[in-house]
C-alpha cells in the first residue's frame, strides 16, 4: 500500500524510527539536563544573580528599551513593506530602463549584510558631514536589506500566478497598472504571506544588531545589566530572549489572523482560481467572469 507522495512504512521502519524517535528525545532531555546542573553548580539559580529584576526601577528600562525596539521594527516593517512593493513592480516591469536598475539596487540590498549597512550609515556618512541617529541607521538599514527581501517574495508570487488572470484583467479593460494592484499583487501577497510574515520575524529579531551602534533597544539594555554587580550575564540573556520569544509568538499568532481573514475573502476566493495549463485557452473566460465579479463588476479602470 503506497500514498501519492511517498510509500507508506513497513513494520521494521515504523520500529526504525520509533527507535530513532526514542533516542532524539532520550539526547535532548540529557542536553537540559546538562544545562541545568552546570546551571545549579555554577550557582546561576542563586537568588542574588535574580535579584536585579527585583528592581521597579530595571523593568521600566526593559520597557523603555522595548519600546525603541518596537519603534524601529514598526518603521522598519513599514518602510520594508513599501520598498518591497516599489521594487517588486520595478522588477515586473515590461522597461528595460527600470527592470535593469531596480534588479541592480535589489541584487545590491540583499547583498550587503545589515550589521554593515548600519555601520556605513552611523559611522560612514559623518565623513561624509551627513550626521545620523541611531533609530534611523537601525531602520534605514532593516528597510533596505528587508525591502529587498519581500521584493523577491512579491515578485515570485506574481510570476506563479496563472497566465489566464493577467489576461482576464487585460480583457475587462484595466491597465497594467490596475491588473498589478487589483489582481495580481493581492492574490501574491495571499500566496506569499508565510514566507513574508517569517521575513517580518527576521526584521524584528535583526532590531538587536542595533546595539554595536549604539541605539538603546533590548539586547543593548541586557549587555548593561551584565555588566552590573554579580554579572547577571545568562540571566539577562534569559529574560531578554524570552521577550523576543514572545513578541515572535505574537506576530505569528497575528500572522495566522490575518490568514484566515483573507481567506473568507469573497474576492479572495472568487480570484483564486486552480491553474490548469492544459486548459488555459478555455479558462480565459471563467477566470474574466471571476475578476469582474472580485472587482465588484466594474468593467473598466
Known amino acids: 500500500m503506497s500514498s501519492v507522495l511517498y510509500d507508506v512504512p513497513g513494520p521494521k521502519a515504523v520500529r526504525r524510527n520509533l527507535i530513532l524517535g526514542v533516542v532524539t528525545v532520550l539526547v535532548v532531555l540529557a542536553l537540559i539536563g546538562f544545562i541545568v546542573y552546570r546551571f545549579a553548580v555554577t550557582g546561576q539559580f542563586d537568588a542574588s544573580r535574580w535579584s536585579v529584576f527585583t528592581f521597579t526601577v530595571v523593568w521600566e528600562q526593559i520597557l523603555t528599551a522595548l519600546g525603541n525596539t518596537l519603534a524601529a521594527f514598526g518603521m522598519a516593517a513599514v518602510l520594508s513593506m513599501a520598498l518591497g512593493f516599489l521594487l517588486a513592480i520595478g522588477r515586473l516591469s515590461d522597461h528595460a530602463w527600470v527592470r535593469v536598475p531596480v534588479t541592480v539596487i535589489t541584487e545590491f540590498f540583499r547583498a550587503v549584510p545589515v550589521l554593515v549597512f548600519m555601520m556605513l550609515l552611523f559611522y560612514g556618512l559623518p565623513v561624509l558631514g551627513v550626521k545620523m541617529s541611531p533609530y534611523w541607521a537601525v531602520v534605514l538599514a532593516l528597510m533596505m536589506y528587508n525591502g529587498s527581501v519581500l521584493a523577491e517574495a512579491l515578485r515570485a508570487g506574481v510570476e506563479a500566478l496563472p497566465r489566464g488572470q493577467q489576461e482576464a484583467g487585460y480583457a475587462i479593460g484595466l491597465r497594467k497598472s490596475g491588473v498589478m494592484t487589483l ?28 546595539f554595536i551602534i549604539t541605539y538603546p533597544e533590548l539586547l543593548y539594555f541586557a549587555k548593561l545589566l551584565g555588566s552590573q554587580q554579580g554579572r547577571p550575564i545568562l540571566q539577562s540573556a534569559i529574560v531578554i530572549g524570552g521577550i523576543y520569544i514572545v513578541m515572535c509568538l505574537i506576530l505569528a499568532a497575528i500572522a495566522k489572523w490575518v490568514e484566515k481573514k483573507t481567506s473568507r475573502s469573497p474576492k479572495v476566493r472568487g480570484l483564486g482560481m486552480p491553474h490548469d495549463p492544459a486548459a488555459d485557452d478555455d479558462a480565459t473566460l471563467t477566470e474574466v467572469i471571476a475578476v469582474q465579479k472580485a472587482l465588484g463588476g466594474k468593467d473598466q479602470v
Open 183 to 210: 489582481i495580481l499583487l493581492p492574490q501574491a501577497i495571499r500566496a506569499m504571506l508565510p514566507v513574508i510574515i517569517s521575513q517580518l520575524v527576521v526584521t524584528l529579531k535583526d532590531t538587536a544588531l542595533g
